[in-house]
């Protein structure tokens, strides 16, 4: 009875020691589940051990809870900032003590001044401190460190990797990277299943694409855009980071293909090139023709 009983216990710690590694092996973050909330307003999704994506309307950012005190990136704009403060104060009352910013772009960080009122240390790349120089946003505070290629964010057992992959997407824009989850939170450079976004203002199409093979190389499973409306999942798999930069190649060599064969107006460009391989891709009929002109542009003027 008693050997019994310990058979059947071992055999239930078996189970459970099955199921834990089950658990530990398998995708811990939700992949296809959509962020939420209503298009024109916010929604929050706890993804991991004190790691929140927040959204804003289609923009995006992560931030991280710790017992010393939360790590903000890109404050999108005053209202989503102060939004996005009202989150954090649901979650925890340590003060705010980092804000980084993914790149200069004042779409993306001029909600800064709701956190450097609360004595918030900004973080940048080096880049960014001209950039705001050249056109200063009085939203916008500057950095208080800046650094030149890598950059290491350390509070309360978080850490957040900060890299430079030189210009792509203006001059001044880095790719956080969260070394225990394997995440990438990477702002406007992949949005994973939409074509590039418009006329694709201040992207350069092959330091873009030389920037994603390097990206490519980095140790990660996950990425978090900083674009997606309610409908496209918080988290995606690292595998948008390569189809982002297959669509970039594929619509490169279309528009050349054509500017070969002699069609040099961007006009006709923009009728005859298509790519039906991304038809389903978000904005594929809107910005396409959009995308085609900034490749034109590529090949006609070398920029
Ligand atoms: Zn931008």
Redesign the pocket.
Known sequence: MKRLLIRSLMQSVFVVGLLLSSIATASNFPTEEPMGGEPFGHSVKNIGDGLYVFRWWVYRNIFMVTDEGVIVTDPINPKAANLLLGEIRKITDKPVKYVVYS?N?H??ISGGMVFKDKGATFIAHKNVLKELGDHPSPATPLPDITFEDEYTVQLGGRTLELKYFGPN??ES?VVMRLPKEKILFI??IVTPRRVAFRTM??FWPDEWIRSLKEIEQMDFDYIISGHGPTNQPAIDPGTVVAEQRIYLEDLMAAVKAEFDKGTHSPDKLRQIVKLPKYKDWRSYNEYLPMNIERIWAYYHMGW
């Open positions: 790149h772009h779409d993306h997407h203006g824009l702002v406007d203002p201040d």
